[in-house]
């Protein structure tokens, strides 16, 4: 067997609708472990750098037209494709603060498709599992105050409804915190920021989880 010389990372993920503040609070997370010389890394997704995230990016930004069905794969294979990634930098002790997973996609596709949950987490199942999912929970009137609300695709109240429902259902398994968004946004971030400093500790021995296993 493999003797683990070195903590594995702590896999933490903001999820939230769109304008929750994710990036923001990923950022101030990020810069908050730095000070405290915890070695970490942000990731996003959709990771657009890649040419499926270009796809992705098209799509999102209404310049070409998919089945829904089809996007939803994509949003999928494009966490597979940063899959051996992801284990590389947590392996290493490197603790990953990532703006959306897996999550996003079944709760987004959900809504889009009208297919159920299980189908839409269905291609994400073996996934790395985030030790911690942060839901930013962001109230319609703030989502449609902040900047650029409605330019993206999925940005409208009616989708939002249904994603936020379905976020619901899905934070009924795993380790999920709930954060009101619509605070300051210091104070969102000492509250996240506490929650991922009671985790950093806790998950050092623990072995990596696979998604919906
Ligand atoms: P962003 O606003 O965080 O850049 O994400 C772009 C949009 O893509 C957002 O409306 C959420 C949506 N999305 C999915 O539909 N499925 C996914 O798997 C991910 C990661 C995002
Ligand atoms: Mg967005």
């Known amino acids: 067997s ?3 010389t070195m903590a594995r990372g702590a896999f933490i993920v903001l999820e939230g609708l769109d304008r929750a503040g994710k990036s923001t609070q990923v950022s101030m997370i990020v810069e908050a472990l730095k000070e405290r010389n915890v070695p970490v890394e942000r990731r996003v997704f959709p990771d657009r750098s890649t040419a499926i995230g270009g796809i992705i990016n098209d799509y999102l930004a209404k310049k070409i037209e998919l089945a829904p069905e089809a996007v939803h794969l994509l949003f999928s294979a494009n966490r597979w494709e940063c899959k051996d990634g992801i284990l590389e930098t947590l392996e290493k002790g490197t603790t ?3 703006d959306r997973y897996a999550a996003s996609g079944a709760a987004y596709s959900a809504a889009t498709t009208g297919r159920p949950l299980s189908w839409c987490t269905s291609p994400d199942q073996g996934l790395p599992a985030p030790d911690l999912v942060l839901y930013l929970d962001v109230t319609p009137d703030t989502q449609q105050q902040r900047s ?4 993206e695709r999925f940005e409208r109240a009616e989708t939002q409804r249904k994603v936020a429902e379905n976020f619901r259902k899905l934070s009924e398994s795993g380790n999920w915190a709930f954060v ?3 605070l300051d946004k210091l104070e969102v971030h000492q509250k996240l920021l506490q929650k991922v400093l009671d985790l950093l500790e ?3 021995d623990k072995p990596i989880g696979k998604l919906y296993e």
């Open 202 to 204: 806790g998950c050092k």
């Open 148 to 151: 650029n609300w409605g330019e």
């Open 2 to 4: 493999i003797i683990r």
């Open 180 to 182: 009101e968004a619509g």
């Open 96 to 98: 990953l603060i990532v």
